[in-house]
């Protein structure tokens, strides 16, 4: 009983992260907006996804290997996943910014703002920074 009551508890606390993350959820600086009431952010405004030419995203393309059995994954057309253990974490477009810079749509839209939502891919091609949790990412070998 006991082995099952650790492995529900990590698994939610792995839950727990994994949200934190997802939600760009960073720390308490948000105000409240009326006194009394409870801390809450406006819902954010979301730009229309940009159309991607498959050269912008051609650095990002393929499968991303990080050191704690998650990876990511782009086509060609920018579409992406972010997998750990068979989970989605993410899913969506990634956006040019600039040369071996994306930022990551949330909710079916472009964040057009900094946000912990992209990547920073190197200049040899090799490693991918997740700005989400900084955490670096090897390309695999196709």
Known sequence: MSVRARSTLSLAG??????LVLTGCG??????????????AAPAKLAPLPKVAAADVKPLVGRWVGTRQD????????????????????????????????????QGGDPKSASYWGA????????????????????AKA
């Open 71 to 106: 990876y990511f994954f782009f086509k060609p057309d920018g579409k992406g996943v972010w997998m750990k253990d068979k989970n989605t974490l993410w899913s969506g477009q990634a956006i040019p910014e600039s040369k071996g810079k994306f930022r990551f749509s949330w």
């Open 14 to 19: 792995a839950a727990t992260a994994a949200a």
């Open 27 to 40: 720390g308490g600086e948000k105000k409240a907006d009326t006194p009394g009431k409870a801390d809450s």
């Open 120 to 139: 920073e891919v190197s200049a040899d091609g090799k490693k991918m920074t997740f700005a989400g949790t900084n955490q670096i990412y090897t390309k």
